[in-house]
Structures are given as C-alpha cells and as structure tokens.
C-alpha cells in the first residue's frame, strides 16, 4: 500500500498531530446531529498490484467531506457557494469535527460510514476527501 502523498491529501485535511484526541475520530456514525439525508458509505481497499484485487485489511481510512450546507469542520471564513481557492486557512481553536471519521479496513478490506447529504456526484467528486494510511507505518 503506498500511503497518500501529503501533497494530495485535498483541501480541508486536519492532521492526525492537530487533533487532540484521534479516538473520537475512530467512528462509524460522522453526522454529530447535523440536518441533511442519512446515507451509508461503503468503500473498499483493494490490493491493484498483479492485477488480483485482493482486499486489504487493517488500513486505516480517514475521510471527511462538507455537511449538506457546504461547510467543512474544523475550519472558519467559509464561503460553500464558492470554488475551494486554497485561501482558507485552518482554525487551530475551531475544534469541530462533524462529517469526519477513521475505520479499519475488515478482512474483506471494507469500511463503513455513516453521514449525512445531499451529496450529489459532482460533491462525491470534488467534496469525499478519502486518505489512506497502513497501520503502523
């Protein structure tokens, strides 16, 4: 598994180091009581290399994206109704951490969320941030 570049980690990632308390991540439910349409996220880690696709199990999957309003946790000065120009900055005292969450990948290399929408597929697209990470690397 080749963990993913920081460089690519897309806009509004708040780093493990940032967060206080990494187990509140380690959830299933993200939507910490926000308004919009309960869905399931269901993703799949795959070993590519050889062509086999063999699940992959016990990597960690970090994923965030916007609630159904446009707005991201952990971030202030926000403006949903515009494109991300990389001008937004995180705010270290914004604590807010709604629409993000950690699973393990199970033995059939699969993780389970539960969030909230509407997301539509331009949003899936440009808005479901996911980082992958191989435990203990």
């Not at 969450?101 to 996911?130: N, W």
Request: with cysteine; aromatic share 8%; hydrophobic share 30%.
């Amino acid at each position: 598994l080749t963990p993913t570049d920081p460089a690519g980690e897309g806009p509004f990632f708040i780093h493990e180091d940032e967060v206080m308390n990494d187990a509140a991540l380690m959830r299933y439910d993200m939507r910490e009581g926000r308004p919009g349409v309960e869905l399931q996220l269901n993703l799949r880690v795959l070993d590519s290399d050889g062509k086999c696709m063999k699940p992959i199990s016990g990597v960690e999957v970090y994923t965030w994206h916007t609630d159904a309003s446009g707005f991201y946790s952990g971030f202030n000065n926000q403006n949903p109704d515009q494109s991300y120009s990389g001008s937004i900055e995180r705010t270290v005292e914004n604590m807010e951490r709604f629409c993000r969450g950690i699973q393990v990948t199970d033995s059939q290399g699969v993780v389970r969320f539960k969030q909230i929408g509407p997301l539509t597929e331009e949003a899936i697209r440009t808005r479901l941030e996911p980082l992958l990470k191989e435990l203990g690397v």
